[in-house]
């Protein structure tokens, strides 16, 4: 088994000379049999090899006899372990929320030894259970490849390996392993599938039903990667990146077929979180007439703090809470405050040295009716001012329209407000109420510096 366990690495590229490869153990039979395999070839792979271990606790006792077994087999084999305990869970815990939660103990290797790759002990049975579970479910093309031998940090040396296989090897090296008796519960999809399913596929097909099965799964990997590397190059000329934002001209989105639109979504969730992340028909759905049909301002909510806004032209994803803060910052007279990447400052002047200029990001106003400090704030909604020269107010969102800022960018925009009343749109217009007059007694300067580093 070892040889054909170096021909797979070496033939996916699993594995390359100088990496750091935790091996995810578990204390079963499989991932035992893919420990002692890989401290077999570790050598001749070159690599530093190490092991973590997620007790979860959710089998009393059992869970630390696991742990105790695979630290004395660690310590045997002189491989360094780490070992990663979970609380909260019980024997009726969901399987997809344990799967989660063990992702998220390896993510903190991952995060701790940069590069390093993570060794999980999935194999061919494992795949074709994957597999019926997705197709029952409707399953993208994405998810019916089931489980890849390679995402990212994560690898699976023993993926083309049949059960039996394994369990021909840990006999025939008589490797310690411990049976997790909750695996024999029909009542959980995978064990049902697993104990009832499956063998009727091999009585009713033959043994070699998991070759033809790798054979049509291989070949489905193979056409997605294409297909993926086509849409990878497609999508990076049609969406404009910017700092926790990302935007999609709406002509571009309509010119797509609706797959390759769901797609380019899941593309560009993806970049707000890396973690494996598929949008499912009936959400895309409703993003799709969304995206095809709201009014310019409107907003999608995709989970977390992930927000699609609709502007005039362009699909604007954007993380809100890194963008948008929940409260302001206070402007005190002769010092600075720092907001988004700008500066804005606020000194006394002499009125009858004020030459006025056409400079937007530099502001004089009469100091009668200010309160100090003053506040720092984003655009809210509702907002209103009276714009200089105008006697009646007007919203901020009719003044920004007028001024054909897109939605997003109106969040970035510093607001000065004194008292509850706005005394500057930085950058652009200055409320008629602050304006300099021959009555005023005392005048400020009000300057804005953009693109702070």
Known sequence: MNSKVLSFIISRNLISKGDIVFAAVSGGMDSMAMLHCLQSLKERLKIDLKAVHVNHGIRPVDTDLDEELVRK?????????????????????????????RYTAFQKIIDRYPGAKIATAHHLNDQLETFLMRLAKGSSLKGLRAIPSKRDEFIRPLLFLKKQEIEKYVNENKISYRDDYTNQDINKLRNCIRHKLAPVLIDTFGDDFYNG?????DELNQIYEVYQEYNNQLFEKIIKAGE????????????????????????????????????????????????????????????????VIKNRAALHFTNTAARIPESGAELFLDREVCFRQNIITVKRVKCEQIRFASDVNCEYICSDRLKFPLKMRSWNYGD?????????????????VNQKVAVHEKY?????????????????????????????????????????E
């Open 213 to 217: 099965f790798n054979k049509s799964i």
């Open 73 to 101: 087999v660690c310590r045997n084999y002189k491989i360094p372990l780490t070992v990663e305990r979970l609380t909260g869970f019980d024997i009726s815990a969901n399987e997809n929320d344990l799967r989660q939660s």
């Open 412 to 452: 970035e925009i510093p607001i000065v407000e004194n008292d509850g009343e706005i005394v500057w749109i930085a950058g652009f217009r200055i409320d008629d109420r602050y304006k300099i007059s021959k009555k005023c007694k005392q005048c400020y300067e009000l300057k804005l510096v953009k693109d702070k």
């Open 384 to 400: 209103y001012f009276y714009p200089l020269g105008m006697s009646s107010k007007q919203k901020l969102s009719d003044f920004f």
């Open 244 to 307: 926790n934002f990302l935007n999609i001209d709406i002509e571009n989105y309509k010119s797509l077929p609706i797959i390759q639109r769901r797609h380019l979504v899941e593309y560009c969730i993806l970049n707000f979180y890396p973690l494996n992340f598929s949008v499912s028909y009936k959400f895309h759905r409703e993003f799709d007439a969304f995206a095809l049909f709201a009014k310019t301002g409107a907003s999608f909510h995709f989970k977390n703090d992930l927000y």
